[in-house]
């Protein structure tokens, strides 16, 4: 069925009907045994897929909450098929000279990002450094654990931290996050011998030494 423009399953009884519990309807985002995907709806919000979208419906799904990733455990082990995402940001004077470094890995692929974003602060580049890992995947179907070791960046998408500066940049994040069927962000401690961890973190330094080591070429 159809619940505010996104496609749903519903548990039903044996005749088809939803299955109701004080006028709501149990429903899930995707097809999945994880019982956190689990909802409540009441069950006149529900519509037919051959139902046409009605106006009412795309001003009720474009007042949606942002739904936040799922916090992570770090030493959960992620599902074999899922997306893994390290991601660092380094900032020389914060602010100052900015980089950012993601390591990706899927199965038996690696891709590396390293890469100079300007002057900026610390907390700035953490978040671009997940924006710019995010904006790499094409599939959204897979599984995504996204690690990071700043605290900063974890309370604003994870904790529902409200942001009081860098709100444009948090607003595109989590719109990038809503594309996404399984996606957690997991806190790791910082400079702690995480192998992940320190490697984003070595192309995040990396990119800012490149940076200046050309600045000093062309000068």
């Known amino acids: 069925m159809r619940f505010k423009c996104n496609k749903v399953w ?10 109701l519990e004080g006028g709501k309807a149990l429903i899930k985002y995707r097809k999945s045994h994880d019982e956190n995907y689990e909802y409540r709806v009441f069950a006149n919000k529900l519509k037919s897929l051959e139902e046409p979208v009605t106006d009412e419906e795309k001003s009720e799904a474009r007042k ?5 990733p799922e916090a992570g455990d770090a030493h959960e082990t992620p599902p074999p098929n899922a997306i893994l995402i390290y991601t660092d940001g380094a900032s020389s004077g914060n602010p100052g000279p900015s980089g950012i470094g993601v390591l990706m890995r899927y199965k038996d692929h690696q891709k590396e990002i390293s890469r100079f ?27 995504v654990r996204i690690y990071t070791d700043s605290g900063y960046a974890y309370g ?13 940049l948090v ?8 594309k996404f069927s399984d996606l957690k962000l997991i806190k790791v401690k910082g400079h702690a011998g995480h192998e992940g961890n320190e490697r984003a973190d070595f192309l995040a330094t990396s990119a800012i030494k490149r940076e200046s080591r050309n600045q000093n070429y062309n000068s």
């Open 64 to 68: 949606a909450p942002y739904k936040k």
């Open 171 to 178: 607003e595109s994040i989590t719109q990038l996050v809503k």
């Open 117 to 143: 974003i300007g002057r900026a602060t610390n907390n700035i580049a953490e978040l671009m450094a997940i924006k710019a890992g995010l904006q790499e995947l094409q599939r959204t179907d897979l599984p």
């Open 10 to 19: 519903v548990f039903v009884d044996k005749h088809g009907n939803p299955l």
């Open 156 to 168: 604003l998408l994870a904790l529902g931290w409200k942001a009081h500066r860098n709100e444009k």
